[in-house]
């Protein structure tokens, strides 16, 4: 499975999430958090995954130091969007938030049941 498709599957975790709190909330302040939310986990993994996938295969360390790097920076970039939406959003709901960033960070367990990779 592509780093890609779990990308997609995150971002439509994401959405739905995002919808949800939209549409049972009817708050603006709460889509826009759930919004950041997703936007925490999505956007970092789109850049890992690009990142990744944009040179040929390498050698075995270089690749072990290449997605460490990558890692990292997608580590930065999700803690530098948290904060920057702390500090300046200031009606955040953090329910909302952080409810949208686990269910898009779990969205690749539901990808791999899917595809049958993890057995009950």
Not at 15 to 33: C, E, I, P, Q, R
Not at 48 to 63: I, L, S
């Amino acid at each position: 499975m592509s780093a890609w498709s779990l990308l997609t599957w995150q971002a439509a975790a994401g959405a739905v999430m995002v919808a949800l709190w939209g549409l049972l909330s009817l708050h603006a302040d709460k889509t826009w958090s759930a919004l950041f939310g997703a936007v925490s986990v999505v956007l970092p993994n789109a850049l890992m995954a690009w990142g990744m996938t944009r040179r040929p295969a390498m050698g075995g360390g270089t690749a072990v130091l290449s997605f460490m790097v990558w890692e990292l920076i997608k580590i930065i970039l999700a803690v530098a969007i948290l904060v920057a939406v702390a500090v300046g959003f200031s009606s955040l709901s953090w329910p909302a938030l952080l409810s949208t960033l686990v269910v898009t960070l779990k969205a690749n367990w539901l990808a791999l049941l899917r595809r049958g990779r993890i057995r009950k």
